[in-house]
């Protein structure tokens, strides 16, 4: 079985890679105890490939929100800048977490553009933090 092209096998690898953690909110799979889906970072019709480099894991929610989008308006500038490319990134120099990991904010253009096109403070997930605090589940390690 694959995952739209994505075999088996490379589908574990991003799993793997991914240590559990959605490449943009940080949710772990483990906690929120549903089966993530293969990300392609640059979306197919964009020209992105199968290739492990443009694969990375992610959850339903911000899989679906960013569709295809690859870019998107800085808030505090009004400019478009490219989205978080998880793969070529790193998480932390992007975001960091406040009020002990209650919300996601972004320290970069990047940063700022994807945690308001993600909604990486939706209000389900950041409930979910919150609880995921008090278990001392979150926030993740990077």
């Known amino acids: 079985m ?4 994505v ?9 793997r890679r991914s240590r559990g953690l959605c490449a943009y909110c940080r949710a772990q799979e483990t906690v929120v105890g549903m089966r993530f889906t293969v990300d392609h970072v640059i979306p197919r019709l964009l020209g992105g490939t199968d ?6 894991w992610a959850c339903w929610d911000c899989n679906l929100i960013k569709l295809g989008r690859i870019a998107a308006l800085d808030p505090l500038t009004g400019e478009q800048v490219p989205l978080f490319h998880p793969n070529h ?24 553009a994807t945690v308001v096109l993600l909604r990486l403070n939706r209000a389900v997930l950041v409930q979910a933090r919150e609880r995921w605090i008090e278990a001392g589940w979150h926030p993740p390690e990077t």
């Open 2 to 5: 694959t995952q739209m092209g």
């Open 7 to 15: 075999t088996r096998n490379v589908r574990s690898e991003v799993a």
């Open 51 to 56: 290739d492990l480099s443009n694969l990375r």
């Open 89 to 112: 990134q790193a998480w932390e120099d992007h975001f960091c977490w406040v009020e002990s990991g209650r919300f996601a904010v972004g320290r970069t253009a990047v940063g700022r």
